[in-house]
């Protein structure tokens, strides 16, 4: 079995317990579990194309928000519900612990190049969900204006 395979399957269960942890249940749970295996996968579709871990995480965030608010719109739930789950395997969890790693060690130049690095990468991801969410916001907010000009 590939690596890359390995590497999805283990997202889809991380998310998939996390999700339970958090009570979800049923068709939630399903689209929150394909949610942390195609954000993997896009992920490292997109480390082919792109060499900046930063831009694949952006870009991955905002594909992911685009996804957490069509099925919140679907199933009538909280966004949050599909995108927090669906991001996890993108939470920077290796980076945050060679930093801290480089920080007990003395080390504080590393510590500084991996700081900037891992504060990029959350910073990618939550730049994403903002985006994604003031684009949504703005949709609504003028088609909800339009219907009551029209009335």
Not at 12 to 17: I, S, T
Not at 77 to 84: G, K, L, Y
Not at 113 to 140: N, Y
């Amino acid at each position: 079995m590939p690596h890359e395979i390995l590497e999805i399957l283990a997202s889809a269960v991380g998310v998939a317990c996390y999700a339970i942890v958090l009570n979800t249940r049923g068709k939630k749970l399903l689209f929150t579990t394909i949610g942390g295996a195609a954000s993997w996968s896009l992920f490292l579709a997109f480390k082919l194309f792109v060499a900046n871990d930063a831009i694949a995480y952006f870009a991955v965030s905002v594909l992911m928000s685009v996804y957490s608010e069509i099925l919140a719109r679907r199933l009538k739930t909280p966004t949050t519900t599909f995108v927090i789950p669906s991001l996890i395997p993108l939470v920077p969890g290796r980076s945050l612990y060679y930093t801290i790693a480089s920080a007990f060690d003395g080390q504080s130049d590393v510590f500084m190049d991996r700081l900037f690095d891992t504060l990029k990468l959350a910073a990618a991801l939550a730049l994403g969900i903002i985006f994604v969410s003031a684009v949504t916001r703005t949709i609504f907010k003028v088609k909800t204006e339009n219907n009551n000009q029209s009335k």
